[in-house]
């Protein structure tokens, strides 16, 4: 009688083997399992720098900024997360860490469009239109059919026509 029982409750096991999990026993793979990961980047952080740069494009740039760092932290010698972090400083208007950032860059990029405008860019933001012309013509040279440097020119031709001044300059009026 127990062998019985025994045999009995070991055929309802093993017909209940299904139930309660769908699709799927607990033994057998997913389809999840068996996806194909030939795409995905080397470095699952990468997500850093794709919310980072929409961070900078929304116009959060603390966020942005700190995206960037900690992709850095990641991979120290990422140009991207180096420029994006560079950017982000500079609109943030600290242009000590925007150096630093452009000084780490500039060996490993070159002089490539991107540092180019970025730096031309950091130059007008500071108010030094000469440097800021200079790099921007640099990477006119380099590509003039390029829509950044057009629009940096443009930038730089407004600031040059409308100079920003102090508040003290216009106390007297």
Known sequence: MKRLIILA????????????????STFSESPGSNKDT????FYPDDELIVSAKVQFREGNYGKSYTMF???????????????????????????????YAYRKMQPVIGNRIEFLNNY??????????????????????????????????EMLRNSI????????????I
């Open 9 to 24: 409750f070991a055929f309802a096991l093993v017909g209940c083997e299904n139930v309660g999990f769908g699709e799927f």
């Open 38 to 41: 030939s795409n995905v980047s």
């Open 69 to 99: 760092k900690k992709a850095l932290d990641v991979v120290p010698d990422d140009p991207q997360a180096w420029l994006g972090f560079a950017a982000s400083a500079d609109m943030l208007r600290r242009f000590d860490k925007a150096d």
């Open 120 to 153: 031309g860019y950091s130059m007008l933001l500071r108010g030094d239109l000469k440097v800021a012309r200079k790099y921007f013509l640099l990477a006119y040279e380099k590509d003039p059919s390029n829509p950044v440097t057009a629009n940096n020119l």
């Open 161 to 172: 026509n409308f100079p920003r001044r102090a508040r003290k300059d216009l106390g007297g």
